[in-house]
T-cell receptor
Framework: DAGITQSPRYKITETGRQVTLMCHQT?????MFWYRQDLGHGLRLIYY???????DKGEVPDGYVVSRSKTENFPLTLESATRSQTSVYFC????????????FGQGTRLTVV | GESVGLHLPTLSVQEGDNSIINCAYS??????FIWYKQESGKGPQFIID?????DKRQGQRVTVLLNKTVKHLSLQIAATQPGDSAVYFC??????????FGAGTQVVVTP
């Protein structure tokens, strides 16, 4: 039972480069989310998806692009990475988007140099 | 704007004592809250949740209290153990499963 997995776990990239963070869940949950966590702060929502081919912006979407062609995958792309996007990124899933908890991946630590 | 936040950034607790972590929220229409535990280098892990039609909910060594009058919730951990050392977040469901997190409280358990 793999659950929800993120890859890579660690990534260093240069300013201006495009980078994609992967997220895969095995539960067939409808809802998936991307959060970023900056040092000393809570998590902030970047994008979310209610189902395949349905995505919407969260609190901090600028500079990010998402897609969801399959229910189980929800990649996050930084089109042109900036130093301010250095952060830990967490993917999460929720079965129905109603009042149930979200399950989180182990995170991807991204450093933009 | 509406937000969820925590009162104390760090809580030092002696092993065996009870821990209380507090959280304030500002949206009186909020109907679902979750407490997460995050250990170093890991993703948030669900601890317990509570719906707005409840005042109290208990789990294994944890209790969440919700006071809708003052828009406050708390997490109580009984007989705190070294394995309870972590950052604890309260989160509010903003609809469609979207969570708004507080800044977090670091719990440090001392022997």
């Amino acid at each position: 039972d793999a659950g929800i997995t993120q890859s890579p776990r660690y990534k260093i990239t240069e300013t201006g480069r495009q980078v994609t963070l992967m997220c895969h869940q095995t539960w067939s949950h409808s809802y998936m989310f991307w959060y970023r966590q900056d040092l000393g702060h809570g998590l902030r929502l970047i994008y979310y998806s209610a189902a395949a081919d349905i995505t919407d912006k969260g609190e901090v979407p600028d500079g990010y692009v998402v897609s969801r062609s399959k229910t189980e995958n929800f990649p996050l792309t930084l089109e042109s990475a900036t130093r301010s996007q250095t952060s830990v990124y967490f993917c999460a899933s929720n079965p129905d988007g109603v009042n149930t908890e979200a399950f989180f991946g182990q995170g991807t630590r991204l450093t933009v140099v | 704007g509406e937000s969820v936040g925590l009162h104390l950034p760090t809580l030092s607790v002696q092993e065996g004592d009870n821990s209380i972590i507090n959280c304030a929220y500002s949206n009186s229409a909020s109907d679902y809250f979750i407490w997460y535990k995050q250990e170093s280098g890991k993703g948030p892990q669900f601890i317990i949740d509570i719906r707005s039609n409840m005042d109290k909910r208990q789990g294994q060594r944890v209790t969440v209290l919700l006071n809708k009058t003052v828009k406050h919730l708390s997490l109580q951990i009984a007989a705190t153990q070294p394995g309870d050392s972590a950052v604890y977040f309260c989160a509010e469901n903003k609809g469609w499963g979207k969570l708004q997190f507080g800044a977090g409280t670091q719990v440090v358990v001392t022997p």
